[in-house]
């Protein structure tokens, strides 16, 4: 597979389609039961609370994965990207209820860089704060 948008066709400060993604304490359970991280942080409150933390919080790495949806989804192909990193800056607290958390991420084209590729930034936000630092992912477009 290759990227379904063309280089070309792209321009610096292009937004990308914004997501939310849902965050429950189920979700949390089964990226546990998926990566192998069954650090209780992530689904024991009352271990949570006595380690300092707010509430459970999702894993860092999930939170990461949702953020990139937006890359993969826009690109047409999870392979064109070539580099992706983040700063954890906040968790996502997770509640013991119905609703539980919502990410909310958004991306644009921050500048078009050599071989067909660009760099696009990502914001992520949680309940109002930005859980993801310096999230930048560089794509290699058709």
Excluded: C
């Excluded at 914004?18 to 024991?44: C, E, K, M």
């Excluded at 994965?65 to 954890?88: K, L, Q």
């Excluded at 958390?101 to 936000?125: C, F, H, P, W, Y």
């Amino acid at each position: 597979m290759t990227a379904k948008i063309a280089y070309d066709d792209v321009e610096i400060g292009a937004e990308l389609p914004a997501r939310t993604f849902p965050v429950t304490r189920a979700t949390l359970v089964q990226y546990a039961g998926a990566s192998g991280d069954f650090n209780p942080i992530h689904w024991n409150e009352k271990f949570a609370v006595e380690v300092g933390l707010p509430d459970v919080i999702a894993h860092g790495m999930f939170t990461m994965a949702e953020a990139i949806r937006v890359v993969t989804d826009w690109a047409g192909d999870p392979g064109a990207v070539v580099e992706y990193g983040v700063r954890f800056t906040k968790p996502v607290v997770v509640p013991n209820d119905d609703k539980g958390a919502t990410i909310e991420v958004s991306g644009k084209v921050a500048a078009k860089l050599d071989d067909n590729t660009v760099r696009v930034d990502l914001t992520a936000m949680s309940a109002g704060q930005k859980v993801l630092g310096m999230s930048r992912a560089v794509v290699r477009l058709a």
